[in-house]
C-alpha cells in the first residue's frame, strides 16, 4: 500500500508538476523579452509584470462597458438621472425642488432650472462648514478649486463616485494606448511629472485640492514609474519635477512621459534645457543636488536609490550639448508616447513638444474633464484632431445650442437630440452636487459612435475678446495670433496672453477701446511697429466685424508686447498662487480678467 501511494505521488507531481514548470519558464521568457534589457531586479520585473497584465485585463472589461453603455444611451442616461435624483432626494435641496416628483428627463427639465455657480456657492459654504444634507446625501470626499480662467473661481463638491469615473475611464485609456501603441506593452519604466498637492481643510475637516485622483490611488502601481515613491512626496513644482527628470534621465529603455496637461511636461523639458548640467553631474555622482529644497528624509530614500553613473552621465551630456531639438528620443530611443492632454488652453504646449523637444513621439490627448468631472474619453490617440467620446455613465447631459447661449433659460436638447456639425454649451447633472449646470464649455460634435456623440472642444463661452461687440473667440484669436508670428521672420511663439484695454483703467493711453497682447517669443529680440500691427491685419482679415470697427475708428489697433523669457511660468506661479488652485488642475488665462494679473504680466514687459 505504502508503495502504491508513493508512485501515485510521484505521478500527481509529475502530472501537475510539469505544466506548473512550463508556465514558470514561459512566465520568465515573457519578462525577459519584455524587459528590453533593463538592470532591474527580477522582483520589481515580476511586479511590473503582474500589474500590468491585471490592469490589462480590467482595461478590456471598461472598454467592454463603455461600448454597451454607448449602445443604449436612453436608458444608460435614464438611468444616471434617476440613480442622482433619488439619491438626494432627502436632501433640503432635493425637497425644495421636488426631487420626488421626478421620474424621467422631461420633468426633470420642466421642474429644475438650468443652473451656473451662483446658485450653488451658498450651499457649498454651508456644507463646507459642516452642515449634512444640505445638496448630496453624503459628506464630500473633496472640495475643488476651479481655475478661473472665465475670470471668477468656483469651489466644487466632489465625491467617491466622481473619482470612479475617472478611474475607469483611465481603464479605456490603458486600453486605446495597449491597442494603437503596442511596444507599450514592454515591461518600460513610465516618467510620471506629478507632485503632491497642498492639501488644505475646510472649517469642518474636508480635504481642499486637486479632484483629479492621486497617482498613489490609481490603477498602475509606482513600480510601474521611474521616481521612486518618495519623490511624490515632494509638494513644490520645481524640485519636484527636477527629481522626476532626474530619475527619468538615468534609464535610457524609458517608455512613456505621463503627466495631467501639456504644458507641464514643456515646463519639465525648459527646465532640463536650464538645469541639465546640475542633472548629469548628479547623475555622475549618484545624488540628489545638495540645493534642492526638499526635506531631509526624502533625500535620504532617493539617495538610497541612485548610484554613481559617469557613463550614462556623459552620454547625456553629449546629446544636450548638440541642442535640444528633438531631444527627447535621442536621450530616450526606446520612448513610445507621450502621455498628457494637449487640447484647450493647452494646445500651444502640445505645440511646441511636437514641434521642438519631442520630435516624432506621438502626444495622446487622454480624456476630456474638468473639476465638475469627467465629461468624454479620447478612444482615437493616433488621431491628430482632439475628439472625445462622451462617456453617458459618469453626467447625464443636455446641451443648448449655441446662438441660445446668451438666453438665461434657453430649451435644451437631450444626448440623443443632438446633430452632428452643430454647436452647443454643455450642460451637466453630475454625482457631485450640481444639477442642470452651464458649463460654458462649447463643443462641437464631430459624429457618433454607436449611438453615443462624440465631441471636440471649441471654447469657452466668457473667453472672448469683446470691447464694441465684436465677439472674438479666444480660438480665432489664437490662430490669428500663429499667423501673425508666422510674418515675424525667425520668430517662434512660446506663449502668450491678451487684455481688453477697459482693464487698463486711467493706464489706458488711448480714448479708444483695444486690446493689449503680451508675447514671450524666441529667435528674435524685438519687433518694429510695423511687425507688430500685422497682429491687427490679420485680425481685420479674420474677423468682418472687427474690421468694421477698426474702419469707423470705433477699436483702436492691437498693441503687442514682448515679455521675457520665462514670464508666463512665473504668472502661472503668480496665479495658482492667489487663487488656490492646484498645478495638477491648471489652465492658462489666455484672457486676463484680474488687475492683479495685468499688473504682473505688464511688469514682465521688455519691448
Known sequence: MYRWRKKMLFIAAFIFGVPTVWLLVLLCCDICNRSKGQKRSFFSLLSHYLIHRAASFQSVLQRQRLEQNTKNILHVQQSTLQHRIRRNRNTEYGKLYQFSKITDRETFRNLHPLTRYVHYKEYIERISKGEENVLISERPSILSRTSGTSGSYATLLNTRE???????????????????????????????????????????????????????????????????????????????????????????????????????????????????????????????????????????????????????????????????????????PHLNLVLSVDSGSHELYGSHLKCFYCQGVPIYSPVYAATEGLIGVNLWPEKEKRHYLLCPHSMFFEFIPVDLCSEEQPQTLFLDEVKENELYELVITNASGLYRYRMEDIIKIVG??????????????????????????????????????????????????????????????????????????????NLSEDQRYKLDQCLQEDSELYQSFRRKGSIGPVRVHIVAPGSFKELMDFIIANVGTSCSQFNMHRILRKKEFLNFIQRKVIS
Open 162 to 332: 466622481t473619482m470612479n469615473d475617472f478611474h475607469q475611464a483611465f481603464g479605456v485609456v490603458f486600453h486605446s494606448i495597449l491597442d494603437v501603441y503596442p511596444r507599450t506593452r514592454n515591461l518600460q519604466w513610465t516618467a510620471a511629472f506629478y507632485y503632491s498637492p497642498n492639501w488644505m481643510k475646510s472649517e469642518s475637516g474636508i480635504p481642499i485640492g486637486s479632484n483629479f485622483p492621486s497617482l498613489m490611488t490609481s490603477m498602475l502601481s509606482l513600480t510601474m514609474y521611474s521616481t521612486p515613491a518618495a519623490g511624490f512626496e515632494i509638494a513644490t513644482e520645481p524640485e519636484a519635477l527636477y527629481v522626476h527628470l532626474l530619475f527619468a534621465l538615468k534609464h535610457r529603455t524609458l517608455g512613456m512621459l505621463e503627466a495631467n496637461f501639456a504644458s507641464t511636461v514643456y515646463h519639465s523639458f525648459t527646465l532640463l534645457q536650464n538645469k541639465w548640467e546640475q542633472l548629469i553631474e548628479d547623475i555622475r555622482l549618484g545624488r540628489v543636488n545638495p540645493k534642492l529644497k526638499i526635506t531631509s528624509d526624502v533625500r535620504l530614500k532617493l539617495e538610497a536609490q541612485l548610484k554613481p553613473d559617469p557613463q550614462r552621465a556623459s552620454e547625456l551630456a553629449a546629446e544636450f550639448e548638440i541642442g535640444f531639438r528633438g531631444i527627447a528620443r535621442r536621450v530616450w
Open 448 to 525: 457618433f459612435h454607436n449611438q453615443c456623440p462624440v465631441i471636440e472642444f471649441k471654447y469657452r463661452w466668457g473667453q472672448l475678446l469683446n470691447v464694441r461687440g465684436e465677439k472674438i473667440l479666444e480660438e480665432t484669436f489664437y490662430q490669428t495670433l500663429l499667423r501673425a508670428v508666422s510674418l515675424w521672420p525667425g520668430a517662434v511663439l512660446l506663449d502668450y496672453c491678451c487684455v481688453e484695454s477697459g482693464l487698463l483703467g486711467s493706464f489706458c493711453g488711448s480714448s479708444d477701446p483695444h486690446y493689449e497682447v503680451f508675447v514671450e517669443i524666441k529667435g528674435v529680440r
